[in-house]
C-alpha cells in the first residue's frame, strides 16, 4: 500500500506541468504563460495525456535571471491549493552549435483547502538549448524532485528527463515537452493505467504551452 500512494504522487502530484522556463526573459521584461498536459494514461484503448492546466507569471529580475509564480487551476477545482515558485539563472549563453545552459531552483507547495493536509518540495532543474534560425528552440534536460516528507519520514528524490521544442513569434511562444516521470518504478502496482515509453516503468508526461512576453 505504501509503494501505490508514494507512486501515485509521484506520478500524479508531480507530473502537473513541464518545464517552467528553460532561458531567462529579458531584464525588466514580464511574461505570462499557461500550460496543458500530464502524464499519459490508456483510456478505453486510447493513450492520452491527462489535462493539467496550470498559469506562470515571470519577471526578468536581470539579464540572466527571471523568478517566476505559478498557479495550478485544475488542482484549484479539486479544491486542492497548488503554487510553485521559482528562479532561473542563465549559465551560459549559446555559441554556434555548443547549446546554452540553464539552471533552476523551484519550490513546489499543495494543500487541501477542506481538510489542511500539506505538502512541500524543492525542485532543481538543468537545461541545454539550442536556438535554431531565431523562431525555433530545442532543449533538453532533467527535473530532481527531492521529498523529504514521504511516508515514515522516507526521502524520495528522482531524476526526470525532459526534451521539448518552441517556436517564437514575435512576442509569443508556443512549445510541446516529453518528460519522462519517475522512470525507475514500477507502474504496474498502482490503479491508474498510466502509460511509459519504458513499458512497466514510470510514466511519459506531455505537455503543451503557450507564453506571451511583456
Not at 12 to 19: E, Q
Not at 156 to 182: M, T, V
Amino acid at each position: 500500500m505504501k509503494y501505490k500512494v508514494i507512486l501515485f504522487l509521484l506520478l500524479g502530484v508531480y507530473s502537473c506541468a513541464p518545464t517552467r522556463f528553460i532561458e531567462p526573459i529579458e531584464e525588466g521584461q514580464h511574461a505570462g504563460s499557461f500550460s496543458l498536459g500530464g502524464s499519459l494514461i490508456d483510456y478505453n484503448n486510447t493513450t492520452l495525456a491527462v489535462p493539467l492546466t496550470s498559469m506562470t507569471y515571470a519577471y526578468g529580475l536581470k539579464k540572466n535571471t527571471s523568478l517566476w509564480a505559478s498557479l495550478h487551476t485544475t488542482s484549484l477545482l479539486f479544491n486542492n491549493l497548488q503554487l510553485d515558485l521559482g528562479v532561473l539563472y542563465q549559465i551560459k549563453a549559446q555559441e554556434g552549435y555548443f547549446p546554452g545552459i540553464s539552471k533552476s531552483l523551484q519550490l513546489n507547495y499543495i494543500t487541501e483547502l477542506s481538510d489542511g493536509n500539506t505538502k512541500f518540495w524543492p525542485q532543481l532543474d538543468g537545461n541545454a538549448f539550442w536556438r535554431l534560425f531565431e523562431k525555433h528552440r530545442i532543449h533538453l534536460g532533467y527535473s530532481l524532485w527531492i521529498d523529504t516528507q514521504m511516508l515514515d519520514e522516507q526521502k524520495i528524490a528522482l531524476i526526470h528527463p525532459h526534451l521539448g521544442y518552441s517556436y517564437k513569434k514575435n512576442l509569443w511562444d508556443f512549445g510541446i515537452e516529453l518528460k519522462l516521470l519517475a522512470p525507475s518504478y514500477d507502474n504496474t502496482k498502482v490503479f491508474l493505467p498510466y502509460q511509459s515509453i519504458f513499458g512497466d516503468k514510470g510514466a511519459t508526461g506531455l505537455y503543451f504551452f503557450i507564453t506571451k512576453r511583456f
